[in-house]
C-alpha cells in the first residue's frame, strides 16, 4: 500500500487500529500513521501484540509509556489474549468501521480472525462497497462492527534490523543476517540453543539451518542459504526465536 491509498482507506472510517509487536514497539509504531490519524480527527487505538513472547514487567513498562500518548491494549492472537478488552474498546465507537493497521508480519490478519471468533458465521470478507481502494478486505466483527485489513499496509521503512522487524521483502540472506547479528547482540547465545549452531555468525547459522533441513540443491550438492534464510525469518516473526527490547526511561 502507498500512504496516498492507506490516506484513502482511512477516509472511509472512524476508528485506526494500529497493531505494534510487543518486542519491539518503538520501531514498528508509525508515527507517521499515528500523525495522519489524528490529523483526520480519527480515534487511534494500539494493539500491541505478541505480548506471549516479551515479560510481564517489560510489558507493563511499554504500556506505561505508549498510554501517555494513546490506549494501548496487549494482546496475544496466539493465545487469544486481551482480545475480549480489545473487542470492548473497539465497540465503544460501535457502529464504526475500524482501519486496521500495521508493519506486514506485526500480526493484522491474526488479530481479525481471534476478533471474529472461532465459531463465527461471518468467516468470509463482507463484499467490498464501490469506492474501497483495492487491496482491503472488509470484516464483519459484529453488529455494527467492521474490520478493514489490507496485507502489510505500511511501507516498511528504514535498513537493516529495523527493516527485519518491520516486516520489509528484501533478500532473505541478507535479512536474516541482519537479524542473526542483531539476536547475538542482544540475546546472546539464543540461536545457538535454537538451531545447534556452533557459531552465532549469519554463514555458520544458515549452514547450520540448511543442513538440519536438508535444503540442499540437487544439481550442486550446495546448501540453499536462501531456503534456510527464510526459514528463520518465518521462526522470529511467528516467536519460534525471540528476543526483545526495553524501554529505556519508565
Ligand atoms: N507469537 C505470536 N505470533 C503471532 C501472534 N500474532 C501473529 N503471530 C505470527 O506473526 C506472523 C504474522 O501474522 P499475520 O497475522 O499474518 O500478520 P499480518 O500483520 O497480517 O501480516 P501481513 O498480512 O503480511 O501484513 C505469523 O507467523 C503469525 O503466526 C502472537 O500474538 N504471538
Ligand atoms: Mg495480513
Redesign the pocket.
Known sequence: MSWREIERAMEETDVVLE?IDSRFPDITRSRKLEKMAEEKGKYLVIAM?????VPRDVAERWIWKISKEFPVIP?????R?GTMRLRRALKKYSPAVVLIA????????????VLKGRHSASTSPVPRSPGYTKGFTKYKIEKGLYII?????IPPEGSGFEAVVR?AKADPVEMASSLISAASRISPGLLKRAYGAAEENPEEVLRTIAKRRGFIFRSTGELNLTEAARILL?DF???KI?FFTAPEKY
Do not use: C, H, Q, T
Open positions: 497493531v501484540n505478541k505480548v506471549d513472547l494482546v496475544s492472537a496466539r493465545r489474549l500495521g508493519f506486514p508480519k506485526v500480526g493484522k490478519s491474526s488479530i481479525i480472525n485489513d489490507s496485507p502489510g499496509i516486516g518465518e516473526y511467528r516467536g525471540s
